[in-house]
């Protein structure tokens, strides 16, 4: 079992947008979602994640995909998720903005790796991707000298 795990949900609207938000401690888009508690179910923490973020209301559809990251000790689970309702937040404890992107033209700046699950996810609808993922140590340096620039 890894040291962490993550719950993210891929949202899409009725006009086949996927909700994102921007985060606070690091600005850049990310699918809503975050840590699983203590005895939290995947499907309980991704809900919880997504209202906190964007204020709305989602169920979980399926699960989609599992992303071990070795060298955090890490497990994202990503699911697919329905829009139910609630009332879009512009600025949260966690969240700077939330926004809806077309799938083939997501913003510049997300969290490493997460345009691959989702275009995972678009490719393989049906499957439920277990993967491996490792973030560079380039593409980690790269990040943290944008945030000590920009951030």
């Known amino acids: ?26 600005p850049v888009w990310d699918l809503p979602g975050g840590m699983l508690e203590k005895d939290e179910h995947l499907e309980n923490c991704a809900i919880r994640e997504a209202k906190e973020e964007t204020g709305y209301i989602i169920s979980i559809k399926r699960k989609i995909g599992e992303y071990y990251q070795p060298q955090f000790d890490d497990l994202q689970h990503i699911f697919l998720g329905e829009l139910l309702g609630g009332t879009l937040i512009k600025n949260g404890p966690e ?29 393989h609808k049906n499957t439920v991707i277990k993967d491996s993922i490792t973030v560079s140590r380039f593409k980690i ?10 951030g």
């Open 1 to 26: 079992m890894a040291k962490t795990s993550g719950c993210f949900t891929i949202v899409f609207n009725k006009k086949g947008y996927i909700l994102l938000v921007k985060r606070k401690d690091y």
């Open 95 to 123: 969240t700077d903005k939330v926004d809806w992107f077309h799938p083939k033209k997501l913003p510049m700046f997300m969290i490493p790796n997460r345009r691959k699950q989702i275009k995972n996810f678009l490719r």
């Open 141 to 150: 340096s790269l990040f943290k000298v944008f945030f000590k620039v920009f």
